[in-house]
């Protein structure tokens, strides 16, 4: 069944995908912008302050008297961005509707939700997207130093669907410990069984994972003291 919205808005915060937020604008007019060429579309791992320059540049050049959309699709926002977005958002451009899909709300400010029509995900909708951030997630976790480990289970942690993020992220990245040491192996399938305990502590589980994983190839002068700890 088709979501309502308001007929009239300029901006929009859609928790989903770049498709769950053209389902969103479809009684708006996004079909018939498209077919005059009226819709700018950019999809992210992260949101940065320059693709929103572009966005605010493409709105600017918006024919008189027609409807335009600017799409923008991420994982992630960086702080600058959500600034720059947050202008664009209080001096929108004529005729113009800015949306940005990503997996929470919650990843936005304060300020910049309050200025938005925030569309929530169903529970399963969340889990969805969830589980498809898992292999991005994971990647980001093995890729990173021991510190930006760190600083991802504390990201994690502070989402509102915190316990289905970490399973996804240490089920995706459970395809990787086949090649871990058994002892390794062992110690991620633990941090597995915590988080189905009732009132899992999301953050310490993370941070558990982040000193047991194997190094990276960026991190190996972490090796030995995680070697210790899992023995």
Known sequence: MREEVPARHHMFIVEGD???????????????????????????????????????TAATFTA???????????????????????????????????????????????TLRSRAVVVRASGAQRRATTFREGEGLARRFWEATIEERLALAQEIAKRDDAANAARACLLRLGARAREWPPQHQRALRSALMWLDAPAPHIKAIMEYCALIAPASPTDSEHCDSRERLVS
Do not use: M, Y
């Not at 479809?26 to 912008?33: C, K, V």
């Not at 409807?67 to 720059?84: E, N, P, S, T, V």
């Open 18 to 56: 770049l498709s769950r937020c053209r389902e969103i604008l479809a009684p708006l007019g996004l079909g018939s912008a498209r077919r005059q060429g009226d819709v700018w579309e950019r999809e992210s791992d992260v949101l940065t302050v320059e693709l929103v320059h572009e966005a605010q």
């Open 64 to 110: 008189a008297g027609s409807a335009h959309f600017i799409i923008l699709a991420a994982d992630r926002i960086g702080a600058q961005a959500q600034q720059a977005l947050l202008k664009l958002a209080e001096e929108p451009p004529v005729n113009t509707t800015i949306a940005l899909a990503v997996p929470s709300a919650n990843l936005c400010l304060p």
